[in-house]
């Protein structure tokens, strides 16, 4: 008896335990998920207010080894991959005036896609 009822004690607190542990790590990753977003479209804030500074048609890209430079690289990169970017994310990216998939070549006349 004193065996059963001491293995229903670790049982039901292995249960408790489980539970209560579970539902923080789902509701801690859904927060890191809404604070990646979150960080992404002021990211893309940021970068529409760049492109605007600048007057001309073709839009330059950050400049190297910045914050904003590589928020652009890993985009480009990211949609080159099998479910690598969310659609949200491109339909953002794309209606942002002087975003372009293509990284710019130096002496490239193209104008920026739209």
């Known amino acids: ?14 249960a408790f335990w489980w539970t209560t542990s579970t539902g923080a790590t789902v509701e801690s990753q ?18 529409d207010a760049f492109y ?17 430079e590589h928020f652009v690289r890993l985009n480009r990169n990211l949609k080159l991959l099998p479910h690598g970017l969310a659609d949200w994310k491109i339909k953002e990216l794309e209606s942002m005036e002087g975003w372009r998939w293509e990284e710019e070549q130096k002496g490239d006349t193209r104008r920026a896609k739209n």
């Open 1 to 14: 008896p004193l065996v059963l009822a001491l293995s229903s004690l670790a049982g039901g607190a292995a």
């Open 30 to 47: 859904a927060s890191r998920l809404q604070r990646h977003d979150e960080e992404w479209r002021s990211r893309l804030a940021e970068l």
């Open 52 to 68: 605007k500074e600048q007057k001309a048609s073709m839009k330059e890209d950050p400049p190297r080894n910045t914050a904003l």
